[in-house]
């Protein structure tokens, strides 16, 4: 699967964006989806997680969560990140990826993720 993220830009602190990660292929329901964070320095974190099919559960890391929602339309294939309330602190390139299978206690980690989007950067102002 091939994955396109789009959706970053400059913002202001507490302004909100949404992410968007398209996704070729007729598969699309059947993959974990993750985003994910890497500032300038930094390692890549993990963002946000939903689960495959139409389960649809989701994780959030602790930094993000209530500010941060990740949803999926598997009609369009697509997988969105909202984010709100943004801070200088969630400036980063934010990737989206994709698996076909995890182990759920690792969904965090990158190398869980077989495929990757491009990535989009995210530029917060204070």
């Known amino acids: 699967v091939q994955l396109q993220a789009s959706g970053g830009g400059l913002v202001q602190a507490g302004d909100s964006l949404r992410l968007s990660c398209a996704a070729s292929?007729?598969?699309?329901?059947?993959?974990?989806l993750g985003w994910f964070r890497q500032a300038p320095g930094k390692e890549r974190e993990f963002v946000a997680h939903?689960?495959?099919?139409?389960?649809?559960?989701?994780v959030y890391a602790t930094s993000v969560k209530g500010r941060f929602t990740i949803s999926r339309d598997n009609a369009k294939n697509t997988v969105y990140l909202q984010m709100s309330s943004l801070k200088p602190e969630d400036a980063a390139v934010y990737y989206c990826?994709?698996?076909?299978?995890?182990?759920?206690?690792?969904?965090?980690?990158?190398?869980?993720?077989?495929?990757w989007g491009q990535g989009t950067l995210v530029t917060v102002s204070s």
């Open positions: 292929g007729s598969t699309f329901r059947n993959y974990e």
């Open positions: 939903i689960r495959r099919g139409g389960d649809g559960s989701t």
């Open positions: 990826a994709a698996t076909s299978s995890i182990i759920y206690s690792s969904i965090g980690v990158p190398s869980s993720y077989y495929y």
